[in-house]
């Protein structure tokens, strides 16, 4: 069934233009192991988001895992419990305890102002994720961090193309990680990269990478974090229609905000001035029994938005319960509406036609 409308669709550049690039690893015999095409990648990405040391490896989750071996986070780490599973999962990972505070309401990101009153003596970190692309209150985290000495990690995985003052919100905190999976707007198929200004950092963090060995010389443990020349060649190919993507992403986000923003249907308060890369559309509906509704009228019309965020991760079964209950509401009741490259004007019309009519049998 190809003609259903997903969530997202994965953005491919001419066949062509991935075999031109591909060829140069066949010519070398070179597939793997910090090759030609990723190193331009890593540096190219390096210029694009002007950061200072950017380390491509192959998924998003094992570069937060990396993250916390390489700042040693060990004991409690705050987080956010509206993100993917990824994020706490990889604080579990490492033998670290998630501690969840509850999130902004209008940006669902972390709230900041709760931060301080969850830091105990055994807190070593904040892991912070910007939520569909919005940049987290990324000046007061770094205040409390500092107060307390405690080292921040950003889930970048939204966050490509997002800008704060001026410059890529992945060049904050200690480290910021980004995902590069295929559902991403920036995407190398399978794919993620570590970020960090600390020269020993960057160096700690390649070491990792790679099994923690440079030649016949070992260091430390490691793990293998690497990814491939194929990866990498599509994310060059790629790269030259970020652009492009993003522009496109930004002129269908106003469309839907366009139609939506006149009812009751809280949505992302966004300016022209906001950290924001217009990347995802969450919509907040009054409640989840709306929400059902809504997404049984789309699906009649072979249209698949995405429960994203859900479930609220401090109700993970594997996890001891804390509450958090804007999360946990906001969880229950967001839907994404699909936003990609090639989304029509005329679907994303369908898309609206459909809810505002659920939405107006509801409210009469
Ligand atoms: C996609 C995603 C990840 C995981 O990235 P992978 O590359 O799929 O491992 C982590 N955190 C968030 C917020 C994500 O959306």
């Not at 309401?105 to 904040?126: L, Q």
Request: glycine share 6%.
């Amino acid at each position: 069934m190809d003609m259903m409308i997903n969530v997202t669709k994965t953005f491919l550049p001419p066949f062509d233009e991935y075999a031109a690039v591909l060829k140069r690893a066949w010519d070398k015999g070179w597939i793997t192991n910090n090759g030609e095409l990723v190193r331009e990648l890593e540096e190219k990405l390096e210029q694009y988001l002007g950061v200072k040391h950017l380390l491509f490896c192959n998924n998003g989750t094992i570069a937060l895992q990396i993250a916390l071996k390489a700042l040693n986070i060990k004991g409690e780490v705050i987080t956010t419990p509206f993100s993917y599973v990824a994020t706490t999962g990889a604080i579990l990972w490492e033998n670290c305890r998630p501690v969840f505070v509850d999130i902004d309401e209008k940006n669902f990101c972390i709230d900041a102002a709760k931060i301080e009153a969850s830091i105990t003596e055994n807190t070593t970190a904040i892991l912070a994720t910007h939520v569909y692309g919005y940049a987290c209150n990324v000046e007061a985290i770094e205040k409390i961090a500092h107060k307390y000495k405690l080292k921040v990690i950003y889930d970048g995985a939204h966050a490509f193309g997002t800008n704060y003052k001026g410059r890529s919100v992945l060049s904050y905190g200690d480290i910021s990680t980004c995902s590069f999976h295929a559902t991403k707007l920036f995407h190398t198929a399978e794919g993620g990269c570590i970020i960090t200004n600390d020269d020993k950092l960057a160096e700690t963090i390649r070491l990792y990478h790679q099994f923690g060995h440079i030649g016949d010389e070992h260091f430390c443990v490691g793990i293998n974090g690497k990814s491939s020349e194929l990866h990498a060649a599509l994310g060059l190919c790629n790269l030259n229609y970020i652009d492009a993507i993003l522009a496109s992403r930004k002129q269908q986000w106003l469309y839907y905000k366009t139609f939506l923003q006149h009812t009751s249907l809280q949505l992302l308060e966004v300016t022209e001035n906001s950290p924001f890369n217009y990347s995802y559309f969450p919509v907040v509906f009054e409640t989840e029994t709306l929400l059902l509704e809504i997404i049984a009228a789309l699906k009649e019309k072979e249209i698949l938005p995405r429960r994203y965020f859900y479930p609220s991760l401090n109700t993970l079964p594997y996890i001891q319960y804390q509450p958090v209950p804007v999360s946990e509401s906001i969880a229950k009741r967001v839907l994404c509406l699909p936003l990609f490259y090639e989304l029509g004007s005329v679907i994303q019309h369908n898309i609206v036609q459909a809810i505002l009519k659920v939405h107006r049998q509801q409210s009469l």
